[in-house]
């Protein structure tokens, strides 16, 4: 597979912006063409990125055969249409998550993306998070031992006006996380929120969703718009260490406590307090790095490590966690559903 010198990106909103520059650091403002449906939009790029070419509808870029790879940031509603049309037209697609609102349209795009021979890859920005990196690497070297749960906050009271869903949002960034981490088959979900504020299409402020994977690991996230703390955390419950990656935190992210509770021998436990230590984290930014691998990934042939299946997988917690929802908080099989 060849390199990939000239790139798009479909919407250039709140998000897409943060694509734009880094996608012109990586290959320089000529290589880069902007879509965007809104005229307003368009024109602060163009004020922002002299060198930069515009386009008002995404059919020019579609149809566009010199551009080889398009990344898709427009509104959720918008991706598997938009995803299938740039997979179709045979090109490679890094789409922001959710991948697709519907399981079997993400199963549609992962076939269209293999018959095509194109790197699909979703944006699950965590995982090339510097920190999320230490942490897995010390999950999967045993240094942690065997993992018993994971427990994570996402709070705000920023984006109360977003027409995103909570679950698609922060939910699912935080299971793309989960899923990361655990490297387990998520088995069952139980959701439970609730709606404080009245809204027009009657959305979930605050949602309390259990994960169960196989192994008996277990899951936790605290999801809400309406809470007084930004909070960016997730803790780790090993059998040997614990673990906290805070974002919240400017320098140090990650933490390591070398604490537990042993067996004593005398059919009691005893609770060990170590060390607690701060690996020394490369502060690169993770979207650069992100930006980077999709770039990589094709060029070199090899499957992104957010790829396809990672966006199928993720959504597929979320599918039971809305079904949970919807239940009032029964506990919901994932459905087991592969890319074919
Ligand atoms: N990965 C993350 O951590 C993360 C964080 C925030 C947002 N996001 C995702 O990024 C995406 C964009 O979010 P945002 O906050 O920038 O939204 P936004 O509404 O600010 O921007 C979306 C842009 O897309 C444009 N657009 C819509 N349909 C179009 C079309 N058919 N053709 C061309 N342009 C079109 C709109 O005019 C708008 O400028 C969403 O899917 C959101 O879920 C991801």
Redesign the pocket.
Known sequence: MGGVDKLAV????????YLVRNFSELLGQSNVTV????QE?LEEVKRDYQEIDTAG??DEIIEDRSIPAVVI????T??FE?TKRALGAGKHVLV???LAKKVSNAVKLLKLAREKDSTLMV????EYHSAVEVLDEKIESGELGDIYYVHGQRLDLEDLET??DIL??LG??EVSLMLYLINKEPKEVTADGGRYLEREKGREDAVFLTVEFEDGVKAHSHLSWLDPHKTRRMTVVGSKKMATFDDMESRNKLWIFDKGAEESGEGGFNVRYGDVYIPNISLEEPMKKMCRHFLHSFENGTEPRSDGKDGLNVLKVLDAARRSLKNGGKPTIVMNVEAG
């Not at 879509?35 to 809104?38: G, K, L, T, V």
């Open positions: 479909i919407g250039a909103g709140k998000w897409g912006k879509c965007d449906s809104n939009r509808r995404c940031s427009t509104p959720g918008t991706h938009l922001e998550r959710p944006d699950h920005l965590l027409e995103e698609w949002s699912s960034q």
